[in-house]
């Protein structure tokens, strides 16, 4: 069996930022549109008023104060509310593996490798913009990569649940390196119009380059000691877009359902046992205390509910740098967030360092991958 390790990290950010003001001002403004054509109804109790939304609710609810996504023109638009993304020709790049490039070549500069020591390319992202050819091997194909690749989807575990996968097949001897990327461009599947969900997301690639340790010759390397996954099906998050809905009647409709949709409340109460349970399994079977932990980078969906799991693991209060938040300026990125955080605070931590990647979402799912710096 051979060791596997995370030997390269890159982060692609798009250029476009929306702070939590503009978003505001956008939605407020999509909100009294609303009720003065409905103001008739409402007027009559046969419909509710759209609430307003603020910059104070949207912090204290998450921890976000912005995001980046791919194009803000349409999402800061009233009458519109959504992004306004090209349709690109079928000999083009897609947008997601253009940004799963550049995300990659970051990844493969700080690890040290070229395309031909790659072995297998995974695409793990919680939507990708069509079912076939895989975004996974258009992004093999635009870096040269030979060998195999495939799209995975976990939602928001996709890749942790990933780095599982790619560590099983370097230990087992089928690969020698792996590059995962993360392609999340969640502004497409968040519905902008509802005031409890419009803040949560944010557009973002991460990709990760993972190795038989041996192989390591970048300048940070990462051992993976061990992974653990878990599902439980949950309705609490939901989306119901997909290709059977033209079977449909009403298919055509501008439905909710076929957007992002969640019930936070239940998913906090519900997630943040099962995840913290999640993680102190995994330590104990492992042999390893939470004490001996420097670092937790956790999935990047709410503040709150990463203070509360790093609050049950730990047994304490964590410190910013023992669990460091990416989320007041990316937002929710889905499978991203945990490597982001991991991208951005690894490098300081001294040889021997033990850590935990993190990552829970839609399914349920939750992912743990423990560390050790090479």
């Known amino acids: 069996m051979h060791r596997a390790a995370i030997t390269g990290t890159g982060v692609f950010t798009p250029a476009d930022v929306i ?6 001002e956008s939605y407020n403004e999509y909100a009294h549109r609303q009720n003065a ?9 046969e419909r509710e008023p759209l609430a307003m939304s603020s910059e104070e609710f949207i912090v204290k609810a998450s921890g976000i104060e912005r995001r980046h996504v791919m194009s803000k023109v349409g999402v800061l638009d009233p009458g519109v509310m959504h992004p306004l993304l090209p349709e690109r020709a079928d000999a083009e790049l897609s947008i997601m593996a ?6 990659a070549d970051e990844a493969m500069q700080k690890a040290g490798v070229a395309a031909a020591d790659i072995d297998a390319v995974i695409c793990a992202a919680s939507n990708h913009e069509r079912a076939y050819p895989a975004i996974a091997i258009e992004v093999q194909q635009a870096l040269g990569i030979n060998g195999f690749a495939f799209d995975m989807n976990v939602a928001c ?10 560590a099983d097949m370097i230990r087992t001897g089928s690969v020698r390196a792996v590059l995962m990327v993360n392609p999340e461009i969640t502004s497409g599947h968040l519905e902008w119009r509802d005031r409890d969900c419009h803040f949560i997301f944010g557009d973002v690639c991460t990709a990760v380059v993972m190795q ?5 010759r970048g300048g940070v390397a990462y051992e993976i000691l061990s992974t653990r996954c878990l599902t439980e099906f949950s309705n609490n998050i939901r989306n119901n877009n997909g290709f059977l809905r033209r079977t449909r009647e009403g298919h055509m409709a501008d439905r909710r359902d076929m957007q992002f949709r969640q019930e936070g409340r239940k998913v906090f109460k519900q997630v943040v046992p099962m995840v913290a349970e999640l993680m102190l399994d995994h330590l104990s079977d492992e ?3 939470p004490s001996q932990l420097s670092r937790m980078w956790l999935h990047q969906a709410n503040k709150a509910m990463n203070d509360m799991i790093g609050e049950k693991v730990l047994g304490r209060v964590p410190t910013r740098d023992e669990q460091p938040n990416i989320l007041q300026d990316y937002a929710n990125t889905s499978s991203a967030g945990s490597v982001i955080a991991f991208a951005q605070h690894s490098d300081d931590l001294p040889k021997d360092s033990l850590g935990v990647i993190c990552s829970f979402g839609a399914g349920y799912s939750a992912g743990s991958v423990i560390v050790r710096r090479m």
């Open 19 to 24: 702070t939590n003001a503009e978003l505001v």
């Open 37 to 45: 054509l409905h103001a008739d109804a409402i007027a009559a109790g």
């Open 98 to 103: 253009e940004i799963s490039v550049k995300a």
């Open 157 to 166: 575990s996709s890749a942790t649940f990933g780095m599982q996968l790619a």
């Open 212 to 216: 038989r340790a041996e192989d390591a």
């Open 287 to 289: 042999g390893i205390a």
